[in-house]
């Protein structure tokens, strides 16, 4: 003889729960990028950040030891970018190519063909041992944000970064409050 099997049906509140658990966990992954940061010493902190309102955009990164610094980035000028970097990391520890028309737009575009004939070209130190590279690079409208990531054991880090436009990779250099300096891809 065959048994009736006892069929539960889930309420309603358990299926939005489960929707809203799958949505959350999709919009995370896809609107988080991952972060890296190099020691001169191969020591490496793993992280993500994301875009926030107003231009702004926030950080996570984690250590070996546990240690967790979380964070803030702005946007600034490219002028004051420089100026703040090269006080930070002596001056020649970043270059630029190519015209700062950012705040007058380009009046070539178009022009000429396309939008990339006035290119923004920065190169970087880069301290990734497996990159086989002592610079780094990153092209094409670049945007120029400031970070200050603190962790919950007042261990803080003075980061920049550059990023493409084109692409939301880019790169950048921190500084520790022990002085230690870590390249950054993104």
């Known amino acids: 003889m065959p048994t009736k099997g006892i069929h539960l049906r889930p309420t ?5 729960l489960r929707a809203a658990v799958i949505c959350y966990s999709l ?19 793993e992280g993500k950040w994301r875009h926030a309102r107003d231009e702004t955009g926030l950080m996570q990164i984690s250590g070996s030891a546990g240690e967790t610094l979380v964070g803030t980035f702005k946007p600034v000028s490219r002028q004051a970018f420089f100026e703040r970097y090269e006080n930070t990391f002596g001056t020649g520890a970043i270059a630029a190519d190519g015209p700062d028309v950012s705040a007058f737009g380009n009046a070539f575009a178009g022009m000429l063909g396309g939008s990339n004939t006035l290119l923004d070209v920065a190169y970087g130190e880069n301290f990734n041992p ?3 590279k002592s610079t780094q690079m990153v092209a094409g409208p670049l945007f120029y944000w400031t970070a200050n990531l603190q962790s919950d054991r007042k261990t803080t880090m003075q980061c920049f970064l550059i990023g493409s436009a084109y692409t939301g990779h880019g790169l950048g250099r921190c500084k520790g409050t022990t002085g230690k300096d870590y390249t950054v891809e993104f």
């Open 12 to 16: 309603l509140a358990a299926v939005v």
């Open 27 to 45: 919009f995370l992954s896809c609107c988080s990028q991952r972060v890296t940061l190099y020691s001169v010493d191969g020591e490496s902190w």
């Open 130 to 132: 497996t990159s086989g």
